[in-house]
């Protein structure tokens, strides 16, 4: 099993819904959580932490489940703009490392 | 503002050729990772290092070696290149804050293709 697991999509979303998708951690003890994004295979880039009660930032909103193990992000008024790969990041901390595990990745596909 | 900065940008090596990438950061972080992306598959940890003189392996190391000698530089060599070693390689790094870890910033990655 996958460290942490992630719906590749795509996500064929019309521009103005709202697309929400998760994603799945193995490592109970990880301690920090976030959304990146990634365009065409460019650096990813942070798009948001997680925090343990929730966050808003604009028309995107985290959560973390820590007795399910899994993180979401929800993107509402979708735009064309939001077209990307959004990857899942899990602080995966085991003794006095920290590595950050990153997921393979979901795909959004905003249309017109 | 430099940021994380990764030399070069691309490169095309033969088969069997040796090299190394250099990843440079400036905003004096103690951890920094290697990993790579190849087609349709996300971000796959190589090594990673929490310090100055400290290296681990991650995911997928054969292949390659790593060095940081210095805590604002880490290097990923390839001593025999092989074609699977294709792929884009992106360097990154972050710190530790409180129980747990800031985001990872990331270079603007090397376009390796292995012939």
């Not at chain 1, 490592?27 to 959304?35: D, G, M, P, R």
């Not at chain 2, 290296?55 to 604002?72: F, M, W």
């Given at each position: ?8 999509g795509p996500f064929n979303v019309p521009e103005g819904a709202t697309v929400a998708f ?15 994004r990634?365009d065409c ?6 798009l ?10 604009g028309r995107f909103t ?11 992000l929800l993107i509402r008024d979708s735009k064309l703009s939001d077209s990307a790969t959004y ?19 979901t795909q959004v596909v905003v249309t017109p | ?115």
């Open positions: 099993r996958k460290e942490v697991e992630q719906d590749p998760n994603c799945t951690y193995s490592n109970s003890a990880s301690q920090s959580f976030f959304w990146y990634q295979r460019k650096e990813p880039k942070l948001m932490s997680v925090y343990s009660s929730g966050n808003e930032d985290a959560q973390l489940n820590r007795a399910s193990q899994y993180i979401s990857l899942c990041v899990v602080n995966m901390k085991r003794d006095s490392w920290g590595k950050l595990q990153f997921g393979a990745g | 503002n430099a940021g994380v900065t990764q030399t070069p940008k691309f490169r095309v090596l033969k088969t069997g050729q040796s090299m190394t990438l250099l990843c440079a950061q400036d905003m004096n972080h103690e951890y920094m990772y290697w990993y790579r992306q190849d087609p349709g598959m996300g971000l796959r940890l190589i090594h990673y290092s929490v310090g100055e003189g400290t290296t681990a392996k991650g995911e997928v190391p054969d292949g390659y070696n790593v060095s940081r000698l210095k805590k604002q530089n880490f290097l990923l060599g390839l001593e025999s290149a092989a074609p699977s070693q294709t792929s884009v390689y992106f360097c990154a790094s972050s710190y530790a804050r409180g129980r747990g870890y800031t985001e990872a910033f990331f270079g603007q990655g090397t376009r390796l293709t292995v012939v």
